[in-house]
């Protein structure tokens, strides 16, 4: 008797679940199939790499942050061809554009991640993140370069074959080096582009030592700070009352916080 009373239990229990389960609702996964299921879990590049190279149009939110040699950036700072990196939000409800069709009508997978909050090149992320690339070797004659990527002194995932050009801009120090200042367990950044189905990418640009890295981080937040202080601080305006002459702002993110120190700088001539 005890024994069927704990079977019955478990089958009571066992329905329960399966239909919980059934009420809850379903999606779409990076082993699924059914691609009408709205996303759950975040997808990596591995599924497919026939779709790798389909471009994405994106628009770029308003308060969204842009950041180009690690610092704050407009997208007039960065080259065409850069690599990007990117966070986006599916488009909106109301967004009835089609998405964009190429080599033989195909679509990429993501053409419904249109809106996007954030831009940053393969330097500002790595940097971000603390992370390097350790030349592994340098085959000038075959234009290959070997590294492994590193974060914390350890190793992640397995040594790239990168592309370097004859063009490729080295910078050591606080000048220019050339190709043959590549050297093997250098920690080093850098830039790429045609990054894709072809291979991990062409080096464009790489930086050997922390003054370089330093130098062009400066340089890109200086100019930042002049692109700026031309054109004011973004912000969204919450609020706005006629009566008592007050604005309500909520300042974005992305741009140097030093910036706000001009702020209480009172103007005493009244503008406009």
């Known amino acids: 008797m005890r024994n069927l009373l704990t079977l019955l239990i478990t089958v009571a229990v066992s329905s329960s679940l399966m239909t919980a389960m059934a009420a809850e609702p379903q999606y779409r996964t990076d082993d699924g199939t059914d691609k009408k299921l709205p996303w759950f879990k975040l997808v990596s590049d591995s599924q497919d790499r026939g779709v790798w190279d389909l471009p994405l149009p994106l628009d770029m939110l308003p308060y969204g942050s842009i950041y180009y040699h690690g610092a704050p950036a407009a997208l007039c700072d960065i080259p065409l061809g850069t690599h990007l990196h990117t966070w986006c ?46 030349i592994d070797s340098v085959n000038l004659e075959k234009k290959k370069l070997l590294a492994t990527l590193m974060q914390d002194g350890k190793p992640i995932g397995e040594s790239k074959s990168f592309d370097l050009f004859g063009r490729t801009r080295v910078y050591q120090e606080r000048g220019l080096g050339t190709l043959e200042s590549l050297a093997k367990d250098q920690l080093v950044q850098f830039n790429l582009t045609w990054v894709g189905q072809y291979g991990p990418g062409r080096i464009t640009e790489i930086y050997l030592d922390d003054v370089s890295r330093k130098l062009v981080t400066n340089y890109q937040m200086d100019s930042h700070r002049q692109h700026i202080k031309e054109r004011g601080l ?29 702020l209480t700088k009172i103007n005493p001539e009244p503008l406009g």
């Open 234 to 262: 973004p912000a969204w305006v919450d609020a706005v009352d006629d009566k008592k002459q007050l604005v309500t702002f909520t300042f974005f993110d992305g741009v140097d916080p030093t910036l706000f120190n001009d």
């Open 89 to 134: 939000f599916l488009k909106g409800e109301a967004d009835g554009r089609p998405p964009l069709a190429v080599y033989h009508d195909r679509i990429s997978p993501e053409s419904t991640f249109r809106r996007c909050i954030r831009v940053e090149d393969d330097f500002s992320y790595r940097m971000r993140q603390k992370q390097f690339w350790k």
